[in-house]
C-alpha cells in the first residue's frame, strides 16, 4: 500500500503561484499514474490533473489548464503541482492520489485507490 502526503498549500493571493507536492512511501511508486484533485466546501470532488507513470502524459482538467503543471520525480518519490495565476475559484482542499494498476492516466475519482489527506489552498482576491 502506498501512503501518500501532501504538502505545500497555504494562503495566497489572486495571481500568485504555489507549488504542492505529494511524498509517497514504497517501491512501486513509479510503477503508477497519479493525479491531483480538489474539494471546495460544498462540493464535490474534482479532478485536477494527472500525469503518467513516467511522466510522459500529461491531462489537466480545462479549468486549470495553462495555469497548473503536474510532474513528478520518481526518483524521489514525489509528485508536485506548479499552480500559477491563482484564482480565488481554486480555493479548496487539494488531494493527491494514486491510480489503480494498468491505468496511463486518470481522470475519475473511482480509477484512484490510495489518496493522500489533502492540503488547504486558500486564494484571496
Known amino acids: 500500500q502506498v501512503q501518500l502526503v501532501e504538502s505545500g498549500g497555504g494562503l495566497v493571493q489572486a495571481g500568485d503561484s504555489l507549488r504542492l507536492s505529494c511524498a509517497a512511501s514504497?517501491?512501486?511508486?513509479?510503477?503508477?499514474?497519479m493525479g491531483w484533485f480538489r474539494q471546495a466546501p460544498g462540493k464535490e470532488r474534482e479532478f485536477v490533473a494527472t500525469?503518467?507513470?513516467?511522466?510522459?502524459?500529461?491531462y489537466y482538467a480545462d479549468s486549470v489548464k495553462g495555469r497548473f503543471t503536474i510532474t513528478r520525480d520518481n526518483a524521489k518519490n514525489t509528485v508536485f503541482l506548479q499552480m500559477n495565476s491563482l484564482k480565488p475559484e481554486d480555493t479548496a482542499k487539494y488531494y493527491c492520489?494514486?491510480?489503480?494498476?494498468?491505468?496511463?492516466?486518470?481522470?475519475?475519482?473511482?480509477?484512484?485507490?490510495?489518496w493522500g489527506q489533502g492540503t488547504q489552498v486558500t486564494v484571496s482576491s
Open positions: 500525469i503518467s507513470w513516467e511522466g510522459g502524459s500529461t
Open positions: 514504497g517501491r512501486t511508486f513509479r510503477a503508477y499514474a
Open positions: 492520489a494514486k491510480a489503480q494498476e494498468g491505468k496511463r492516466i486518470a481522470t475519475i475519482y473511482y480509477e484512484y485507490d490510495s
